[in-house]
Each structure stands twice: as structure tokens, then as C-alpha cells.
């Protein structure tokens, strides 16, 4: 009788908080131990979601001392459902501090300091977990980066150089790859005049993991370089991994910039061909076209990228300012989307937000057109009155076969040059 009563209380009868107060009434006039009772009543609150009834059994179970735990531990998961994060950190932090094997609070601690942005905090606390072998250590590492750059950021913003070096470099001897760290030091080392260090801390991220933002710093340490000088060091960047596809892509935003558009349109072509062709493909094949003087088929490609998808690593990537510009929440959701798989997927595209200005006109400065040029109908000879224009469904004059024919042209032409 005993444990079915028992049972039936936990379970809080299906949320009915009428019914469940009542079952855990009859479980306490069973029980000769008020303390137990107590711990009945707390979970059938939970479980008719009544926290404030919940909060007040758990509170009285922290005055004995072989309760304190459980007490603890109930108010720290109810403060955390609540949104009382102080309340959660308080209750939380205190169980982990002093029992050693408390997984449930190391979780919960993380969790609220995160949810208040105490990034210091959870840093700290994440190196404890790591101790106490809570946490996988390459997942710890990188939660420890996403925050240090964080952390680095607020210090630039603060005119903190000092302090936001620091912690970027921090950031990325525990997570190389990370690129929003490298990007961060880099323009910091930047500002400093460190130019050579820069081009170093990018390199070295580019060896491990290409990514966009990292091409889009480095390419603006070189301003001021001559065109055989750039030539030269982009070559070499490009070296440190050279078969990766943003290797290539930078290859082929470098001819554009030149105006090499056929051998850009060549290499470009496998990608469009192959692939199903992102909004970040479709514009720089724009580009190409436009620079090729094809002005439909430019205008085709610029009309696919306003429905093309969207890169995962570029979704917001916009390159006149901060490659990452994230707010505490991105922060946020990185700590978990990076810190557990390594993958940088940027926090905008997880939830489906509207992307920003990505356009590849800042890196091709020779273009005379871009593709929003083109789309506002800027490209080409005004329309006839009996000209219907390009039909946005036009993707039949985009197949492999025609790719290929005006790629053997191009490179037929260029062979007689």
C-alpha cells in the first residue's frame, strides 16, 4: 500500500493539482518521516507544475542536513524552469562545491550561467567539470574558446586591447580552428600594426579550417599591398590548404577581382554544376557574367541567388564590417552548437533568421556591376517592348550542357589570345 501510494503521488496524478495534493496528503499520513513526505509533496507540485508550492517543500527540506541535497537540487532545476537564474546559480553552485560528484549541478550551474551570460563564471566552472572528468575535454575546450572570444570582444569594445588579445589568444590555443577567435585577434593585431603576426594567426587557422570570415580578414591586411605583392601572399595563404573549398573559391574571388573572369567562370563552373548552387555561388556566377558581358545570364543567376540556400558559414557574413558581429545569445548557442561537435555554423542560420548584406562586390572592386545591380535591371541594353524579360524559373538555361559548351568557348577564345 505503501509504495503504490507512493508511486501514485510521484506521479502527480497526470497534472490534476487537485488530485495530487490530495494523494500526497494520504502518502504523508503513511509516512512517520516528515522529511520524506515533504520530498513526495515537492514532486507532486512539479508534477501539476505548481513551482511556487514545489519551491516551498524543497526550501523547507534544506533544514536537515540529510535533506539539503535533494533540496537543493529541486530548487535549483525549479529557479532554472522559472527563470530565477540567480536562484539556480545559488543552489546549484553551492551542491557543486560541495559534493564533488554532483553531475546534476555542474549541468545546472553551466546552464543558468549561460542563460545570465556570466561568461567568467562558466568558464570557471567548465574548467571544474573538467577536473572532475565531468565533461569530455575537447568539448570543454571548446566552450572554453567560444567564451574566451566572447570575453575578448566586450574588451575591445571597452578599448581593452590588451585584455581582448589576451583572451583571443587564449580562445585558440584551446580551439585552433575556431575562426571567429582567429578573425578577432587578427584584426586586433591589426590595429596594433602587427601585420606580420596577423597574416600568421590566420594562416594558421586556414591550415586547419577554412572558413570565409578568415579569407575576408586576411585579404583586408592587404590594403595597402602592391598587386604582385598581394599575388605573392595570397598564393602562399591559399598553400596552407590548398584542396579546400574555400581555397578555391578565394582563387576564384581573386580572378574576379583582377578581371580574369574566364578562367574565374572556369573553375567556377564545377561548383555550380556539381553542387546544388548557394546563394554565395549563384553571385559570384553573376559576377562572372557580368564581367563577361552576358547580362541574361547574369541577370538568371542573380535572380536564382535571391532563393538559392544559404551557406551555413555565411549566412550573415558581411564583409564591410565584423565577419562575426554575434550579441550574448549567439554566444550563447555557439557555446553549445560548436562547444559539442566542433562545427561553426553560424547562430543565425541555426534559427532561421533573415541573413545580412552578403555580396561579393567588396572583394571584386574591379566589378563594375553587382548582383543587386543587376537585378534592379542595370545590366545590358534597355528592354524592347516586346522583350518579356528573364522568367525567374529559367533554370533550364543553366544545365550542364550548356555550362559546358560556354566554358569551351571561353577557353577556346582565351587559347587564341
Same mark, same amino acid.
Given at each position: ?6 508511486v ?6 497526470? #497534472?490534476d ?8 496528503e494520504?502518502a =504523508?499520513s ?6 520524506l513526505? !515533504?520530498?513526495i ?13 514545489a519551491i516551498?517543500h ?10 539539503d541535497?535533494?533540496?537543493r537540487?529541486?530548487?535549483a532545476? *525549479?529557479?532554472?524552469?522559472t #527563470?530565477?537564474?540567480? #536562484? ?10 560541495e ?15 549561460l542563460s545570465?551570460? !556570466?561568461?567568467?563564471?562558466?568558464i ?7 577536473? =572532475? ?6 568539448v570543454?575546450r ?14 575591445e ?18 580551439a585552433?580552428g575556431f ?11 591589426g590595429k596594433? /600594426? ?5 597574416i600568421?594567426v590566420?594562416e594558421?587557422?586556414?591550415g586547419?579550417?577554412?572558413?570565409p ?6 585579404l583586408?591586411l592587404?590594403d595597402?599591398?602592391?598587386d604582385?605583392?598581394?599575388?605573392k601572399? @595570397? ?12 581555397s ?6 581573386e580572378?574576379? =577581382?583582377? #578581371? ?19 546563394? =554565395? ?6 559576377e562572372?557574367e557580368t564581367?563577361?558581358?552576358?547580362? @541574361?545570364?547574369?541577370? @538568371?543567376?542573380?535572380l ?9 558559414n ?12 554575434? @550579441?550574448?545569445?549567439d ?5 553549445h552548437?560548436? /562547444? ?12 532561421g533568421?533573415?541573413r ?9 572592386k574591379?566589378?563594375? *556591376?553587382?548582383a543587386s ?7 545590358g541594353?534597355?528592354? *524592347?517592348?516586346?522583350?518579356p ?13 550548356d ?12 587559347s587564341?589570345?
Amino acid at each position: 500500500m505503501f509504495n503504490v501510494n507512493v508511486v501514485k503521488c510521484v506521479e502527480g496524478a497526470e #497534472g490534476d493539482a487537485n488530485r495530487a495534493r490530495k494523494k500526497a496528503e494520504k502518502a =504523508r499520513s503513511l509516512i512517520s518521516s516528515v522529511a520524506l513526505g !515533504r520530498m513526495i509533496s515537492a514532486h507532486a507540485a512539479e508534477s501539476s507544475g505548481d513551482s511556487a508550492e514545489a519551491i516551498s517543500h524543497y526550501t523547507a527540506l534544506l533544514e536537515d542536513e540529510r535533506t539539503d541535497s535533494v533540496g537543493r537540487r529541486g530548487l535549483a532545476q *525549479q529557479y532554472l524552469t522559472t #527563470g530565477n537564474l540567480s #536562484g539556480a546559480i545559488e543552489h546549484a553552485g553551492a551542491e557543486y562545491s560541495e559534493n564533488k560528484n554532483a553531475r546534476w549541478a555542474f549541468e545546472i550551474l553551466l546552464q543558468a550561467q549561460l542563460s545570465d551570460y !556570466r561568461w567568467k563564471d562558466a568558464i570557471e566552472t567548465l574548467e571544474t567539470a573538467l577536473s =572532475r572528468k565531468h565533461v569530455d575535454k575537447d568539448v570543454a575546450r571548446r566552450r572554453i574558446a567560444v567564451l574566451d572570444t566572447a570575453i575578448a570582444t566586450k574588451f575591445e569594445d571597452e578599448d581593452n586591447m590588451a585584455g581582448a588579445i589576451d583572451m583571443a589568444q587564449r580562445a585558440i590555443a584551446s580551439a585552433p580552428g575556431f575562426a571567429p577567435a582567429a578573425a578577432l585577434l587578427a584584426r586586433l593585431l591589426g590595429k596594433e /600594426g602587427e601585420q606580420k603576426k596577423a597574416i600568421s594567426v590566420l594562416e594558421k587557422a586556414w591550415g586547419r579550417t577554412p572558413h570565409p570570415a578568415l579569407s575576408a580578414a586576411f585579404l583586408d591586411l592587404l590594403d595597402n599591398e602592391s598587386d604582385n605583392g598581394r599575388a605573392k601572399k @595570397v598564393a602562399h595563404f591559399i598553400k596552407q590548404n590548398p584542396e579546400h573549398r574555400e581555397s578555391l573559391l578565394l582563387q576564384i574571388e581573386e580572378k574576379l =577581382r583582377t #578581371g580574369d573572369a574566364v578562367t574565374a567562370w572556369s573553375m567556377l563552373s564545377p561548383f555550380v554544376v556539381d553542387e546544388d548552387a548557394t546563394a =554565395r555561388l549563384c553571385l559570384l556566377a553573376a559576377e562572372a557574367e557580368t564581367m563577361l558581358s552576358n547580362e @541574361v545570364d547574369a541577370k @538568371v543567376w542573380a535572380l536564382r541567388a535571391a532563393t538559392a540556400p544559404v551557406e551555413p558559414n555565411w549566412a550573415d557574413l558581411d564583409p564591410q564590417g565584423d565577419a562575426f558581429d554575434y @550579441v550574448d545569445q549567439d554566444w550563447r548557442r555557439l557555446v553549445h552548437s560548436f /562547444g559539442e561537435n566542433g562545427e561553426l555554423i553560424h547562430p543565425r542560420f541555426e534559427i532561421g533568421a533573415a541573413r545580412q548584406g552578403v555580396n561579393t562586390d567588396s572583394k571584386a572592386k574591379t566589378s563594375k *556591376q553587382s548582383a543587386s545591380d543587376i537585378l534592379d535591371g542595370d545590366a545590358g541594353p534597355a528592354r *524592347q517592348p516586346d522583350d518579356p524579360g528573364v522568367d525567374k524559373s529559367v533554370d533550364k538555361d543553366l544545365d550542364t550542357d550548356d555550362l559546358a559548351m560556354r566554358l569551351d568557348n571561353l577557353l577556346g577564345d582565351k587559347s587564341k589570345s
